[in-house]
């Protein structure tokens, strides 16, 4: 059997699609895996052992994008029209995807037609449909019952964890001698996700006293970087940065050994989902019902009523209380504090 996964969103999408992946291996464990991102993807699919092979598209944000990329996604669709797969899933619900889906050639192709309606011609060129509507689910699930309706038999449940498996991950030299650290991620290329950088600081300094030292993670965004050095500045040493220069193997070799991350809602929260790393999740302009931490010991924090505080942006309405007792809090019931 050989299945073919098309998905060209965004990183943290890419890794949530791994709890399926696992399942359709469980009950193929001889089938052919393939799955297509968008590059830059590909990386946070390192640590699943149960896909075969990552292809790359072109790159979500349009600015990234050269004349040329057509003749690389034309390699992209022979290679894969030459794999002759039998099931081919479109999950990005994007016209790339599904044109990916179509050249396939697969004798199965499948999409999902309840959460956002499709329109008459691309159903033509879909032979399975899922009807889960997927509003205000996990976007886990809505890949897995995606995948599961359109198969012969049901994937299994639960659904399983994400997947970023320890020893496929990378050592980051910086941080080989630490033993009890915090993992931080203060920095997204949203606004609307960004929280205050003065009350990142205050949350450094309270949790220095309950740790050794703390990591901060960030992406290669210059604005990211630059708030990263701003908060080792403050640190007295005991503050480190990646400056947005590991590798997703690196940054999980880091959460598989942290006692604990805070971040906002990133490709980074979702790492530290699946290498099962205590979560304190902050959200601001994104839904937790369908972006919240997949099943790892986690707290999301949201901001208080705007009736409590009408004239303050929601990123004022969190403060830095909040986060911390929800990092005393999952500290305490694993015995750590």
Same mark, same amino acid.
């Given at each position: ?7 060209? #969103? ?41 896909? /075969? ?19 690389? +996604? ?11 797969? /039998? ?11 599904? !044109? ?27 032979? +399975?449909?899922?009807?889960?509507? !997927?509003?205000?689910?996990? &976007? ?57 950088? &003065? ?95 997949? #099943? ?31 990092? +005393? ?9």
């Amino acid at each position: 059997m050989k299945f073919l996964f098309v998905k060209l #969103k965004h990183i943290g999408d890419s890794l949530l699609l791994t709890p399926t992946i696992r399942s359709v291996r469980a009950i193929y464990p001889q089938a052919k895996i393939w799955v297509v991102v968008r590059r830059g993807c590909q990386g946070i699919l390192a640590g699943c052992p149960d896909i /075969d092979r990552v292809l790359t598209a072109a790159a979500p944000e349009k600015n990234n994008r050269r004349p040329w990329n057509w003749a690389a +996604d034309f390699g992209l669709a022979a290679a894969i029209r030459r794999e002759r797969f /039998d099931y081919a899933f479109e999950l990005g619900d994007g016209d790339r995807g599904r !044109w990916l889906t179509l050249i396939s050639g697969a004798r199965h192709r499948c999409a999902n037609a309840a959460g956002r309606p499709l329109h008459w011609w691309w159903k033509r060129t879909f032979t +399975d449909f899922s009807e889960f509507w !997927w509003y205000k689910s996990h &976007q886990v699930e809505k890949d897995y019952y995606t995948v599961s309706d359109c198969l012969p038999d049901p994937l299994p449940l639960p659904i399983p964890s994400l997947s970023f498996a320890r020893d496929r991950t990378r050592p980051w030299a910086p941080a080989d001698n630490l033993t009890r650290f915090a993992v931080l991620h203060p920095g997204t290329r949203w606004s609307i996700k960004r929280w205050p950088e &003065q009350r990142w600081s205050d949350l450094c300094a309270k949790l220095l006293e309950r740790f050794p030292a703390i990591v901060l993670s960030c992406g290669p965004d210059s604005e990211e970087v630059r708030l990263c050095v701003s908060l080792c500045s403050s640190g007295s040493g005991r503050i480190i940065s990646t400056f947005g220069k590991t590798s997703w193997a690196q940054l999980a070799g880091l959460l598989h050994r942290a006692s604990l991350f805070v971040g906002v809602d990133t490709a980074a929260m979702h790492l530290a989902a699946a290498c099962s790393c205590p979560t304190v999740a902050l959200f601001m302009g994104s839904s937790p019902a369908e972006w919240a931490p997949w #099943k790892t010991r986690h707290t999301v924090i949201q901001p208080e009523s705007a009736n409590e505080e009408p004239r303050r942006s929601p990123p004022e309405r969190i403060s830095v209380n909040m986060v911390l007792q929800a990092c +005393d809090n999952l500290l305490r019931d694993e015995g750590r504090a």
